[in-house]
């Protein structure tokens, strides 16, 4: 059975979802979150509890009030959620892990070199992120995404599917300047210029100081 009081010591996950002994070792170090609730009193629900149901709910794509019994109360969970995107605690355990597996591959620990690509996703949602992409023949949403040369995620911008992709381009290509200053060159393919428009290139360069390589 799952946990269901404070206690970090697991044996193996509970359901497919949930973290192993070995993820959880890797993930513990990197979660700077106090045991203390405020007042001072101890916390009810453990970190690696509030991972599983977290991504129980992501893996899975149900809804929050469905999480199943033997985690934590749906609320909790999505409380917990949203406080560490706001205290960047996701990116700072995703940056670290790419850290890791960077110099662990003999590369320098942070990259200089990246590839932009755009993919269209059906959904049947409504809202104003869901389109029509022409192209793909797709309705759904778009994700803009720029990965490093190892394919770890960098940035990454999600629009309606009508979203052109050098329109989704400069969102990602200004989000990666001011988070990786390191990078100066990215690698793209056709549908971010052509002979007749270039001005994201340009643009990259002039204000950014991106190099954007068009591939065949």
């Not at 381009?169 to 001011?178: D, E, F, K, P, W």
């Not at 793209?188 to 007749?196: E, I, K, L, P, T």
Request: with cysteine; proline share 4%; aromatic share 8%.
């Amino acid at each position: 059975m799952c946990p269901c009081d404070n206690s970090e010591a697991v044996s193996g996950p509970c359901c497919p979802s949930s973290l192993t002994d070995e993820m959880w070792e890797v993930i513990r170090p990197l979660l700077a979150v106090r045991n203390l609730r405020k007042g001072g009193g101890v916390r009810k629900y453990g970190d690696r509890l509030v991972l599983d149901s977290i991504f129980c709910v992501l893996r899975s794509g149900c809804q929050w009030r469905m999480l199943p019994r033997d985690l934590m109360p749906w609320d909790a969970a999505h409380r917990w959620f949203t406080k560490w995107r706001r205290d960047g605690s996701w990116d700072r355990i995703y940056d670290e892990q790419r850290r890791q597996l960077r110099i662990g591959a003999g590369r320098d620990p942070v990259p200089s070199a990246a590839v932009i690509d755009a993919q269209s996703i059906k959904t049947n949602e409504g809202g104003k992120a869901r389109g029509f992409d022409a192209g793909k023949r797709t309705t759904g949403r778009k994700r803009h995404v720029i990965v490093d040369t190892m394919g770890l995620l960098l940035v990454v911008a999600v629009t309606s599917a009508s979203v052109q992709d050098r329109a989704g381009g400069r969102t990602v290509l200004a989000r990666l300047a001011a988070t990786f200053r390191t990078v100066s060159f990215v690698w793209a393919d056709g549908g971010y210029a052509n002979s007749v428009d270039c001005t994201l290139l340009s643009w990259a360069r002039d204000a950014l100081g991106i190099v954007v390589e068009m591939g065949t």
